[in-house]
T-cell receptor, first 113, second 109 residues
Framework: DSGVTQTPKHLITATGQRVTLRCSPR?????VYWYQQSLDQGLQFLIQ???????AKGNILERFSAQQFPDLHSELNLSSLELGDSALYFC????????????FGEGSWLTVV | GENVEQHPSTLSVQEGDSAVIKCTYS??????FPWYKQELGKRPQLIID?????GEKKDQRIAVTLNKTAKHFSLHITETQPEDSAVYFC????????FGKGTRLHILP
């Protein structure tokens, strides 16, 4: 167990819908990262937050948004869902802003039908 | 932008032989290079990491080497075992962590 908690574990939704994925980082970690992993694909970096502030942005679509709350948990919002958004979404956390080991949660499996 | 290239994408080795996976990175400011192992349907887990002030690091059957001048680093697994079968990801970081596309390692009996 990495200490990073993600909910829900599985989610099936229809095209055009909106979903929210939730992540609680390891105790004491200030950074949260979101990654997207499609079938047989690598880990695509979406966005990083550090202590509530956006720290770095990757290839995150405009239909996606995220935030980190004062209690350090984070949410990834995916809207106007398309079939191609079906993927495993990982949250990870680390103690510092960068150059530290990141620990992954178990992931949220999103299926868009 | 930052990029990490990883090769090969698939690797099959006989049980007991060695496996080598190579990565190159584009951002010379990167200072931290972790390697993760991901089994099917599970989360990536850190297996070894190296920082830019070190050229080589070893942990039992696993070793990582770093060549900062050439901007490449490699993972070496010796005496491979069936449980080494998985997807391995290299990464480079100076802040955000950018991953390579992964190497699917098959250990053949």
């Amino acid at each position: 167990d990495s200490g990073v908690t993600q909910t829900p574990k599985h989610l099936i939704t229809a095209t055009g819908q909106r979903v929210t994925l939730r992540c609680s980082p390891r105790s004491g970690d200030l950074s949260v990262y979101w990654y997207q992993q499609s079938l047989d694909q690598g880990l695509q970096f979406l966005i990083q937050y550090y202590n509530g502030e956006e720290r770095a942005k990757g290839n995150i679509l405009e239909r996606f948004s995220a935030q980190q709350f004062p209690d350090l948990h984070s949410e990834l919002n995916l809207s106007s869902l398309e079939l191609g958004d079906s993927a495993l979404y990982f949250c990870a956390s680390s103690a510092g802003q960068g150059g530290n080991t990141i620990y992954f949660g178990e992931g949220s499996w999103l299926t868009v039908v | 932008g930052e990029n990490v290239e990883q090769h090969p994408s698939t690797l099959s080795v006989q049980e007991g032989d060695s496996a080598v996976i190579k990565c190159t990175y584009s951002d010379s400011a990167s200072n931290y290079f972790p390697w993760y192992k991901q089994e099917l349907g599970k989360r990536p887990q850190l297996i070894i990491d190296i920082r830019s002030n070190v050229g080589e690091k070893k942990d039992q059957r696993i070793a990582v080497t770093l060549n900062k001048t050439a901007k490449h680093f490699s993972l070496h697994i010796t005496e491979t075992q069936p449980e080494d079968s998985a997807v391995y990801f290299c990464a480079a970081s100076k802040g955000k962590i950018i991953f390579g596309k992964g190497t699917r390692l098959h250990i053949l009996p």
